[in-house]
Nanobody, 117 residues
Framework: QVQFVESGGGLVQPGVSLRLSCVTSGFTFGRYIMSWYRQSPGKEREWVALIFGIGTGDSTNYADSVKGRFTISRDDRKNMIFLQMNSQKPDDTAVYYC????????WGQGTQVTVSS
């Protein structure tokens, strides 16, 4: 059974850093491109960042809105991915989810990030 458990969210002030974690299970983690997504109130879920799998040098790609501020990484021994979020802005407020890139099912509960002064 494919599962994702996100954690690490919270209420932070603008400019503060936060690191999200995602524990995965139920599939061969290293074979998949993994992504972080987010959903703000009243908006559709949007893609944030992706990281390629084993043998690709962990290549990454980012949405323009977070490029240069967020860093995605993965630990293939622990079947986990991470999102380091620096220089956060109020627009980063959202529920953050991890998933296999392009997958439309098996969403976890997400972790709430609120950026506010």
């Amino acid at each position: 059974q494919v599962q994702f458990v996100e954690s690490g969210g919270g209420l932070v002030q603008p400019g503060v850093s936060l690191r999200l974690s995602c524990v995965t299970s139920g599939f061969t983690f290293g074979r998949y491109i993994m992504s972080w997504y987010r959903q703000s109130p009243g908006k559709e879920r949007e893609w944030v960042a992706l990281i390629f799998g084993i043998g690709t040098g962990d290549s990454t790609n980012y949405a323009d809105s977070v490029k240069g501020r967020f860093t995605i990484s993965r630990d293939d021994r622990k079947n986990m991915i991470f999102l380091q979020m620096n220089s956060q802005k109020p627009d980063d407020t959202a529920v953050y989810y991890c998933n296999r890139h392009g997958a439309g099912t098996n969403w976890g509960q997400g972790t709430q990030v609120t950026v506010s002064s």
